[in-house]
């Protein structure tokens, strides 16, 4: 079993920058897919950034956010800037064992979620 826990998650003004961050239990040296999600109220869940063997970006995010894992600290992170308020959702991290990196960004490919992370974007 893997326990994920997102941080960093708060508000910030458009225009702005955040990192949100996601430990998991255990090495992530086992799970060869990670990824963000995030969720804004009436939405369904969308994918924002995975990383496997490459790195997949939401063409919404293209440019502005940046995917990255630290093996030694055994976390995710999500560098966001240029925040726009629709970019305010609730953010995700969910790792799998192994996927196809074309499946990167669905949420169907992923077994393990955390419990989220709040991202709050004001005009």
């Known amino acids: 079993q893997v326990r994920l826990v997102e941080s960093g998650g708060g508000s910030v003004q458009a225009g702005g920058s955040l990192s949100v961050s996601c430990a998991a239990s255990g090495s992530i040296s086992r799970l060869g897919c990670m990824g963000w999600f995030r969720q804004a109220p009436g939405k369904e869940r969308e994918g924002v950034a995975g990383?496997?063997?490459?790195?997949k970006y939401a063409d919404f995010v293209k440019g502005r956010f940046t995917i990255s894992k630290d093996f030694a600290k055994n976390t995710l992170y999500l560098q966001m800037s240029s925040l726009k308020p629709e970019d305010t959702a609730m953010y995700y991290c969910?790792?799998?064992?192994?996927?196809?990196?074309?499946?990167?960004?669905?949420?169907?490919?992923?077994?393990?979620w955390g419990q989220g992370t709040q991202v709050t974007v004001s005009s």
């Open positions: 969910a790792a799998v064992s192994g996927c196809m990196d074309q499946f990167l960004l669905s949420p169907r490919t992923y077994n393990y």
């Open positions: 990383i496997a063997s490459t790195t």
